[in-house]
């Protein structure tokens, strides 16, 4: 099996009741890595929000499948456990639950009853996997991102990805916040993912991420589609010449869409 | 329906009721001055809660509670506040009303720790114990009710600890209302003389969910010079009990109190905890949690003030309510003139789990001096979508995901809880009160 297939099919989203997205549609099968570039405003994020099922966001119009499977017929807790995740921007606080617990929490709640992961095993995978990210080790007892730095919350993502090992992973904005040097930490622990079945959505604004991690395929968002797609090399255009020559050629004045200009 | 506001018991009876304990004069003279002011004195003062319709009078008083010769005789509910090992620790088992279990450590004995039910302390150690008997902490004409607990007393415990001396394992006492009638008026009276140190946790439980009767608890905890005490308990009567909790905190010089309370009350309560920071440089941290349910209706005062230059107050109240429970949470930080360089902190928390339940938080700052720091943090609000999103992100369910929220809200206080088994049956309270 080569892993799962995630389509995005003529989705509409509205916020508040202003359209974000006007029509995306995006293919990502197992095995592949595709990125979503743009400038900021023009709906990367509300793209891996609503996949997700993101409360504030509602889908008006199209179709997000998995599989086959209707995924916006389901629960955010269904989502995940049919292989979705998403490494969010801006993962909440919350005080009173360790990180320790709420990560062996998500793992057993994709395992059957009686199935659950032994403690050992666990603790054992959770050490590897933070000295790989080099996470401090006291981070595991400390309550999930309260008073994490911004750098600790997008390790703390990465952290879950590793353990939890969805089908899809949906990074949004991993890189922002981010020094070179985690930066390249970051990288490497999404690179180890890399195989013939895990497929991967990479958000950013950033071409620099992708210096680190070599998309299959490259898609510019503006005004709320997908405007423009590629290969390696278009990423390396924008590096080289930003976004302009695609508005010129696309006759896109204001490349935002919503209220943020 | 008119609700009896007299009690009903007469002046005859108190006498009586001391005499058949041989109790020493001074006490006697108390009880019977306390039953005249009682007719007279107003019932506690709340500004939120109405309590006119409350249970106060309908109650049995002397009900005896049978010893017992081994703890497999005592039901699963209060083994398990036990814990393991339970012949080697520190323990009292009040029965109803009267002592079912004493133990106190030969070693603690003679290092002149003092731990018994009061009667027998009343006898043993008249004067210490007058010394201290709401005479500094809370008095007999506070309120009716005050004065009533004076009058009715039928249960409690003293605890002395000598100057210098280390307690260092927790004493526990486990107040058992195992008579579904039986009215718990019920003293505890806690000495740490100077720069000694204990922990004491107390767990109050009954069963009468038909049944009505009253708890009426004063516990006076005096933290002498440079003593460091640590104070916890788990209140959990059941739905038929109306508690008047009162708990009172007088802290010395280097002096330190925690607090931390589990008020998991399934009756109408009023629960005042003051702590008043005499000595300079004293502390106190006052931690509550609660969990309102059905139709339960409770008021919580939490109040610190500041006599002592450079005290140091934390108030910290967290209170989930669900169904059509209602609660107001009362912090109150009071700097008094001359507390000069103190700190009074309070943060009052509610979430609230269902549309027909009320929660209200009132922070207040009092403050007569200039050079003090002082901060107040209050809100009511419902589980934050973002962080149930966040946690079914990650396959968890909605039921999973709120389940970790609150008790992650409550564990700030529950973590504080001094007896391991104690806290894990706090979180088991807290798990049967909210599910």
Known sequence: MAGSTLEIKDLHVEIEGEEILKGVNLTINGGEFHAVMGPNGTGKSTLASAIMGHPKYEVTKGQVLLDGEDVLEMEVDERAQAGLFLAMQYPSEISGVTNSDFLRSSINAQREEGDEIPLMKFIKEMDATMDSLEIDKNMAQRYLNEGFSGGEKKRNEILQLMMLKPAIGILDEIDSGLDIDALKVVSNGINQMRDEKFGCLIITHYQRLLDYITPDHVHVMMQG??????????????????????KEELGIDDETVGQKA | MAVETH???????????????????WFKDIRLKAFDLAEELPMPKLEKTRIRNWNFTNFKHDVAGNNIDSFDELPEKIRVLLGEGVEDRNIIVVRNNDVAYAKLSED????????????????EHSDLVQKYFMQDGVSVDENKLTARHAALLNSGVFLYVPKNVVV?????????????EAALYNHVLLVADQHSQVTYVENYVSNNEEEETVANIVSEVFALDG????????????????????RRGTVGRDATLEWALGQMNDGNTISENITNLMGDNSLSHAKAVTVGRGNQSQDFTAKISHYG??????????GVMKDRAASIFNGIGKVEHGAAQSNAEQESRVLMLSDGARGDANPILLIDEDDVTAGHAASVGRVDPLQLFY???????????????????LDPVVREIPIETVQTQLREVIEGKVY
Do not use: C
């Not at chain 2, 603690?108 to 006898?123: S, W, Y």
């Not at chain 2, 260092?168 to 107040?175: A, L, S």
């Not at chain 2, 230059?309 to 967290?318: C, F, N, P, R, V």
């Not at chain 2, 946690?391 to 992650?408: D, F, Q, T």
């Open chain 2, 391 to 409: 946690l079914m992100s990650r396959g968890i369910s909605r039921k999973e995901a709120e389940r970790l929220v609150i008790h992650g809200f």
């Open chain 2, 309 to 318: 230059k450079a005290s140091e107050g934390y108030i910290l109240q967290h």
């Open chain 1, 225 to 246: 589609r997908v405007v423009k797609s590629g290969g390696p090399e278009l990423a390396h255009r924008l590096e080289a010449e930003g976004y302009d020559w695609i």
């Open chain 2, 168 to 180: 260092d394992e927790p004493i526990q006492v486990v107040f058992w209302q195992e008579d579904n």
């Open chain 2, 7 to 25: 009690l009903p018991y007469d002046k005859q009876y108190v006498t009586e009721y001391s005499e058949k304990r041989n109790e020493p004069a």
């Open chain 2, 227 to 246: 003593a460091k005490v640590s104070y916890g308990a788990v209140d959990n009567f059941a739905k038929g009990t109306t508690s008047y909790v009162n």
């Open chain 2, 108 to 123: 603690l004995k003679a290092k002149g720790v003092i731990f018994e039910d009061i009667f027998t302390a009343m006898e």
